[in-house]
């Protein structure tokens, strides 16, 4: 079975254009994810699927550049991008990671993985996020959609909301898919770790700065911060976009 991690990433960006190359303590961003990702031990390959916009062709290039598989498809239908990448790379089942969560953590990847490799029969779906009561910090949403429920999503979702947002389909409809959430033993889903704004980023380079290198684990992190609970001010009153 080849469970791969598909990580949707882009250069255009309302509120922080061009985030997936911002310096992170020497490297940008999309090799922080991509390095923090491929650390998960349960997962068989990482591709990045950007679009066939020409603005994206850095990223493309970037990736050649790097030996990191890439697929390019729609800028707006994201859910065919994942969906044709899945196809062509031959997906069993799909990790969906976004480019702007470079503290997103292997261990809970490989904790999603293992829960669908576990019981698969009885899972279309796997997240840490999306479903309340949400108990992880923004920014380590890690979801898991077997095949089949992507291509059921796929064929079925009509909704350009559903087509931009990849899973929304399936979480607005648990009727249809078998769905298991994984939560965390204490609530840190005040915390934001995502990168969609300049505080964002200035909160996530202080993490960065702090270490020096992206191999740091999510309870270092978390202890890092009872060091500094200043640094959580600095994006506290960001809002998350409105699907």
Not at 83 to 111: F, Q
Request: some cysteine; glycine content about 2%; overall charge negative.
């Amino acid at each position: 079975m080849n469970i791969a991690a598909i990580i949707q990433a882009r250069m255009g960006s309302t509120r922080l254009p061009g985030k997936v190359f911002m310096d992170l303590e020497g490297e940008p961003m999309l090799v922080r994810v991509v390095n923090r990702v491929e650390r998960a031990a349960a997962l068989d390959s990482v591709i990045v699927a950007t679009t066939v916009e020409p603005a994206d062709d850095p990223i493309a290039e970037f990736c050649a550049a790097r030996g990191w598989p890439c697929f390019r498809g729609s800028q707006d239908d994201v859910l065919d991008r994942y969906y044709n990448t899945a196809v062509v790379h031959k997906v069993d089942a799909a990790v969906r990671v976004t480019s702007d969560c470079p503290l997103i953590e292997p261990v809970i990847i490989d904790r999603v993985v293992e829960r669908f490799r576990r019981d698969q029969a009885k899972i279309d779906y796997v997240t840490n996020s999306r479903l309340m009561p949400l108990t992880f910090p923004r920014g380590l949403d890690t979801e898991l959609m077997s095949f089949e429920a992507l291509k059921r999503t796929w064929t079925e979702a009509k909704d350009p909301s559903e087509r931009e947002h990849v899973t929304l389909y399936i979480y607005r409809h648990p009727e249809m898919f078998k769905i298991c959430k994984l939560d965390n033993d204490v609530d840190c889903s005040y915390m934001r770790w995502a990168v969609d704004t300049k505080e964002d980023l200035e909160f996530v380079r202080n993490i960065y700065n702090y270490f020096g290198h992206d191999r740091f684990s999510f309870p270092q992190v978390l202890a890092v911060l009872k060091q500094h609970p200043e640094w959580l001010e600095i994006n506290k009153h960001i809002q998350q976009k409105e699907v």
